[in-house]
Structure formats: C-alpha cells, structure tokens
C-alpha cells in the first residue's frame, strides 16, 4: 500500500512588501505534526509522498495513494469544516483509508455534536442542555439547578466557557444569543448566521482540576492530570500539569471502550469526577503532542481496552499514531 502524508505547512512566500515584515510568522512551523509523522514513518521503514492538501489539486495528489495521513496544523471553526468535508470526500468518495477517518473527526469542535452522541451512547456525562429553541431554553434556564457551566459549541482551552450563577444571568445570555444577535445581523445585514442555540452543563463540584485521557486506536493510552486555573473552576488552558499522578485504569479502560465502539483513531477525553463517580465532560480529536511527550510513558491496551503493559519514557503521539496505523491498515504484514 501506498502511504501519503498530507502537509498544509508549505513556505509562504509573501509578494508584497508589508507581508514581507511579516513572513517569518506566517511561517512558524508550530503546530504542524507532519515532519514528527515524518519521523515515525522514517522509524519504521514506511515510505511514503507528500500531499499537499491545500493546494487546487490536492485529490489528484492523494489519488496516487491507499493510506493517508493528516494533522492540519491550525482548526479554527471554518477550516475545520473544510477538513471534515476532505475527510469525509476522501474515506466514502475516494475509498481511501485516512487517518483520523470520519469518524474520528466529524463531531471536532462542536460540543452539540458530542453531546448527541454521548447521551445517544449513555455515557457517563455531566447532564448537559442543548436546544435552538428559544422558548426551550427559557423554559430550562427558569428551572435549571445553578450555578451551570456555560458554553460555546466550539472552541478550546476553556475559551468562551463561563459559570452562570442565576436565573436572571442565563435568560440575559439566551436573549443575546438569540434575540439580540439576530437583531443586529438584520439591521446592519450581516452574512452571520441569524439562528441561536443554549448549550450549558451543570457545575461538578469539588473538583481541584480535571483528568486528560487520550486514546490512539484503541492500542495506547496516555494521560496527566490539570490543575484549575487560579482562583477559577477551569483547568483546560490553565498549563499547570501535573505528569506524576497516578492514572485510574477503570477510567482508561472505559475511554478506550468509546474508541473502539465509535472507531475513533485518535481521541482526548476530559474527566471530573463526582465522588468515585467519573464523567466525560468533553472529547476532542485535537489536543497538544508536547503535552502528551511530556507524560511518563504510554499504555498498550488488550482488545478488550484492559492494560497489558506500561512503556516508561517519552513518547510523541505521532509515533503512536503510525504504530496503530500499521496495525490498523497491515502496513507491514
């Protein structure tokens, strides 16, 4: 089989001079996984091309090869949506294999998404409310339990996530989400979208900080806790990491259970606990390699999601990821 390796880091070369002051930032290379995949690929005796996924003749590119591989390097809320359409194009049009396939990453950055498929499953969750209804909503927010966590569908690192202490605080939300918005859009014809939505969660006390699980395939395993930031019940985005503490393997196992059930080749879970009760708050195929090299090893888990074996040192995802595609897709036989 043929192995592509999908790069969208290709050196802008500015034809202006105040894009000139500006080139050497337009061309950080932060963020961009594929010369780690690179690497990990080179490791393992794997040859493989170069797609160049941005480019007008990108599926001309791919269509020279069987397995693709693809980590964009930035997935902000509209380029996200172009890579799940490639995604999906690729996998159920082109018949590749792709990896992450669809779907790992068709409910990336929309936690609505996540959410039908967490409740559909009966995973364990904080009880979450999500409705485009106006009137539903303001029927949930004068009978909601508070304080409740707040959120944008999308977005990461705790951004526009907000504790919501009152009746009186939420319905200001709502109004603005879905009166006042839409108003504005209308009076300066705006080409925003004129629907609104209410997502928000209730408040899991007592929790210092969060868990990180992330599950490649569902081979490996990996995990650190977060500490919340000061003075704040959020710990995603807070950098305060804490590598030493033991993980919970009931918590790793039942992670790796989603993975395989859902087929997600890659996959960070964000857990809370409610006494010995855990809960998946969030999921997200995206998540920072340096976060996960900087753990003390990495878990082989069994088919049954149970661990077999703990590996100590320091690993980069991207190297997990091409041992489970080499698994996955019998790259080497």
């Not at 003749?57 to 902000?76: F, N």
């Not at 990461?156 to 839409?182: H, Y």
């Not at 650190?224 to 790793?252: H, M, Y």
Request: charged letters at 25%; aromatic letters at 16%; glycine letters at 6%.
């Amino acid at each position: 089989m043929k192995v592509g390796l999908c790069s969208s880091h290709e050196y802008q070369n500015a034809v202006s001079y105040p894009m000139k002051l500006i080139e050497k930032k337009m061309n950080r290379l932060s963020g961009d996984w594929s010369p780690r995949f690179a690497d990990a690929l080179d490791k393992y005796g794997i040859e493989y091309g170069v797609v160049y996924i941005d480019r007008h003749d990108w599926v001309e590119q791919a269509d020279k090869y069987d397995v693709l591989i693809w980590k964009p390097r930035y997935m902000g809320v509209e380029n996200s949506q172009f890579f799940k359409e490639k995604i999906y194009f690729l996998q159920h049009v082109m018949k590749k294999r792709v990896y992450p396939n669809y779907e790992t990453a068709w409910h990336f950055d929309s936690k609505v998404a996540q959410h039908y498929l967490l409740k559909y499953q009966n995973i364990n969750t904080p009880n979450t409310f999500v409705s485009f209804d106006y009137n539903d909503s303001i029927g949930m927010a004068k009978k909601a339990n508070y304080p409740v966590v707040y959120k944008k569908s999308n977005g990461a690192a705790s951004s526009a996530v907000r504790m919501v202490k009152s009746k009186k605080q939420l319905i200001r939300k709502i109004n603005r989400k879905f009166v006042w918005v839409k108003a504005v859009n209308k009076l300066f014809k705006t080409n925003f979208d004129s629907f609104g939505y209410t997502y928000f969660q209730e408040f899991i006390k007592e929790n210092p900080g969060d868990l990180r699980v992330s599950i490649i395939g569902h081979r490996y395993a990996l995990g650190f806790w977060r500490q919340n930031r000061k003075n704040d019940f959020r710990a995603s985005g807070s950098g305060r990491l804490d590598f030493g503490r033991e993980i919970p393997p009931d918590v790793i196992k039942y992670c790796a259970d989603i993975s395989r059930k859902n087929r997600f080749d890659s996959m960070g879970y964000d857990i809370l606990f409610r006494g010995d009760e855990f809960l998946v708050v969030e999921m997200s195929y995206g998540y920072t390699d340096r976060s996960l090299y900087n753990t003390n090893g990495y878990y082989s888990l069994d088919d049954s999601g149970e661990i077999e074996s703990f590996t100590e040192g320091h690993f980069w995802p991207q190297e997990l990821w091409v041992k489970w595609i080499i698994e996955d897709s019998g790259l080497i036989e």
